[in-house]
């Protein structure tokens, strides 16, 4: 090996916790992120609630080990070959190469639909809320997670907001009917509107407008109509992708030798499920690019447990755990101020989702690792 050292493509939470893991491992090596982005690394999650409702303006991620980041310079060529990165006019070698490219907001798809703001970097909440401080309307299109958070924290400012989605309910589809009027409560219980059933054809003269006739006026439009992963640089590679991501085993690496991919981009094998998960989790980048930047530097390591998250919809959290690729039965049951829906596919849970029933959170987890039934009647 030469002391080319470890290379990373991202400063996402997937990119930095490779670096750190790999920096802890192999002191003496060099650790390089380059990155797109224009700031040093930050966290997402708050930019959809605390940032975007003017609470913080800054959300720095916490760095323990160092590492050279290389900002703006968006990553062109990588030669697996000659294990070679070619970014903004330079030549970075590398002896093992972890893409961490996450995955982006893609513009909407209809007339005007360039007019709608995106939401995944720093600099999108900045131009979300700067144009958040002078609208006294806005549409949000699309209601996962993303859009009922951001739908939330600009009727928190105290704007019109309009929450429009294909789904008669939020997220019925991936969560399911009881999930979803409970979803739709939530948005609701800060004042925005939730239209459902509608489907956007264009945006225009200080509207948004659906197949219906119905115009619904915005000063702001709000596109969070999912990602598409950042994997075409891993396809030009020579990288075979899987579902439009990048397939790894347990231990983050790649088909291709001296390759590791993390986070967003990635298809991964969970060692627990035992088979490949698309997961789009804060927690689960940091997982997977910790054990990306361990196995690079040559230790035993693999991405395990139940893959989840927390969503903060106005001042309510919502926590969910699920291997994430679908459900047989589903199940609502009412807890003190809050509630849990239990997921079950062949006996077994496999997941759960709840608010303000932190007990069935951490049950759940249990149960779904071990591939238990849920503690419910899930026939009622
Ligand atoms: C507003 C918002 C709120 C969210 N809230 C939550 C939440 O509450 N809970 C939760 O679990 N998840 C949440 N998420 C999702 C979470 O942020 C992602 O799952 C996570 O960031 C994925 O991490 P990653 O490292 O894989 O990719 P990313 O964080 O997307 O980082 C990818 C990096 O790659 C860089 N890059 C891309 N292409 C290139 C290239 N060609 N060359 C160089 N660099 C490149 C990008 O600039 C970026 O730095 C939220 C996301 C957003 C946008």
Redesign the pocket.
């Known amino acids: 090996m030469s002391n080319a050292g470890l290379l990373i493509?991202?400063?996402?939470?997937?990119?930095?916790?490779a670096a750190e893991a790999y920096r802890e491992r192999r002191a003496d090596h060099p650790v390089r992120i380059?990155?797109?982005?224009t700031r040093p690394?930050y966290?997402?999650?708050?930019?959809?609630?605390d940032f975007l409702r003017g609470e913080t303006d800054d959300a720095p991620m916490d760095i323990t080990r160092p590492f050279e980041t290389t900002l703006q310079?968006?990553?062109?060529t990588i030669d697996v070959g000659r294990r070679l990165v070619t970014?903004g006019g330079m030549r970075y070698e590398y002896d093992a190469l972890v893409l961490?490219?996450?995955?982006?907001?893609q513009p909407l798809p209809v007339p005007g639909g360039e007019k709608a703001l995106l939401?995944?970097?720093f600099d999108?909440?900045k131009r979300l809320r700067d144009a958040a401080t002078s609208a006294k309307t806005a549409v949000v299109i699309g209601a996962g997670?993303?859009g009922c958070?951001?739908a939330a924290s600009l009727a928190i400012r105290g704007i019109s907001v309009t929450l429009v989605a294909p789904e008669e309910m939020p997220q019925r589809k991936r969560l399911g009917e009881d999930a979803g009027v409970r979803l739709r409560r939530l948005v609701e219980a800060t004042g925005a509107r939730f239209a459902g059933d509608a489907r956007v054809t264009s945006v225009g003269d200080g509207a948004v407008h659906l197949e219906d006739g119905t115009a619904i006026q915005a000063d702001l439009v709000l596109a969070a109509t999912g990602?598409k992963p950042?994997a075409a640089?891993a396809e030009a590679a020579g990288i075979t992708l899987q579902n439009g991501r990048i397939p790894v085993g347990p231990d983050m690496r790649t088909a291709v030798d001296g390759v590791w991919a993390?986070?967003?981009?990635?298809f991964a094998v969970n060692a627990d499920a035992g088979r490949a998960l698309a997961?789009?989790?804060?927690?689960?980048?940091?997982d997977?690019?910790e054990v990306a930047g361990s196995a690079a530097a040559g230790e035993d390591a693999k991405w395990s447990g139940v893959p989840?998250?927390?969503?903060?919809i106005g001042d309510t959290d919502v926590k969910y755990h699920a291997w994430g690729d679908g459900y047989g039965r589903s199940r609502l049951i009412e807890r003190d101020g809050g509630f849990t829906v239990w997921y079950e596919s062949d006996g077994a849970t496999v997941g759960v989702l709840t608010c303000n029933a932190d007990d069935d959170y951490e049950t759940g987890e249990e149960l779904i690792t071990a591939g238990k039934p849920p503690p419910v009647d899930m026939s009622k």
Not at 9 to 17: L, N, T
Not at 308 to 312: A, H, I, S
């Open positions: 493509i991202g400063s996402g939470p997937a990119g930095v916790a380059v990155t797109a982005d690394p966290q997402r999650p708050p930019l959809s609630k310079t968006p990553v062109e970014a961490a490219c996450g995955a982006s907001p939401l995944r970097s999108d909440a997670f993303i958070e951001a990602v950042n640089l993390a986070g967003d981009v990635a997961v789009e989790h804060w927690g689960d980048a940091m997977q690019g989840g998250f927390w969503t903060t």
